[in-house]
């Protein structure tokens, strides 16, 4: 995650949903580098949690995070 989100500090929004490989840590990474980052959807990242969300959130106030787990069938 670190290596694609980089360079790209313009990006406003990133659809990284159904990827196992995007967690909390991608979370924070994405926090950092993507400052003008308006929407971002982790739908289906399962190693995802509420906690990194909120992380996000605080790093990114403005940042609307679509969420939706298809297992568990609920919006966070």
């Known amino acids: 995650m ?3 989100v980089q360079g790209l ?3 406003r929004e990133l659809d ?3 990827n196992v490989l995007v967690s909390d ?19 289906g990242c399962s190693s995802v ?3 990194g969300i909120r992380g996000l959130k605080a790093r990114l106030p403005g940042v609307d995070v ?7 069938e609920e919006w966070l």
């Open 16 to 18: 990284v949903s159904d």
């Open 49 to 51: 949690t509420e906690g």
């Open 9 to 11: 500090t313009q990006l």
């Open 25 to 43: 840590g991608a979370l924070s990474h994405i926090g950092t580098c993507l400052s003008l980052l308006r929407h971002l959807d982790v739908s």
């Open 2 to 4: 670190a290596s694609l």
């Open 66 to 72: 679509v969420c939706f787990q298809s297992s568990e």
